[in-house]
């Protein structure tokens, strides 16, 4: 089993930046791809960003969703076992727990990606707030 831990949730303006971080322990050969979604309350869990890579580390492919195109950046330092999220000009409609997820798939197809109900293992999740 893998276990997924957040970090670098908190308060921030509007326009201002945060980096949240998931960290990935345990049996790291089980899974191949690593997400984002976020659930702001009231609301279902949506897909942010994920990023799946091949079998051997060699290659990896970043997918993102259209509200946060050219604002975050979804980033893996495989050597560290840790996935990024770089939030910048954060609005206050990106409120929410954010929530890391791992599955091993063998197909990597955005319509698969960004059903939560792909994902196998979940964080406990980190909090962000975006108000003035």
């Known amino acids: 089993q893998v276990q997924l831990v957040e970090s670098g949730g908190g308060l921030v303006q509007p326009g201002g930046s945060l980096r949240l971080s998931c960290a990935a322990s345990?049996?790291?050969?089980?899974?191949?791809?690593m997400g984002w979604f976020r659930q702001a309350p009231g609301k279902e869990r949506e897909f942010v960003a994920a990023?799946?890579?091949?079998?051997?580390?060699?290659?990896?492919?970043?997918y993102s969703t259209d509200s946060v195109e050219g604002r975050f950046t979804i980033s893996r330092d495989a050597a560290k076992n840790t996935m990024y999220l770089q939030m910048n000009s954060l609005e206050p409609e990106d409120t929410g727990t954010y929530y890391c997820?791992?599955?091993?798939?063998?197909?990597?197809?955005?319509?698969?990606?960004?059903?939560?109900?792909?994902?196998?293992?979940w964080g406990q999740g980190t909090q962000v707030t975006v108000s003035s």
């Open positions: 997820s791992g599955v091993w798939s063998a197909v990597h197809l955005r319509p698969i990606l960004i059903k939560s109900t792909t994902w196998r293992v």
């Open positions: 345990g049996r790291l050969s089980t899974i191949n791809a």
């Open positions: 990023v799946t890579w091949s079998d051997d580390n060699a290659d990896s492919t970043y």
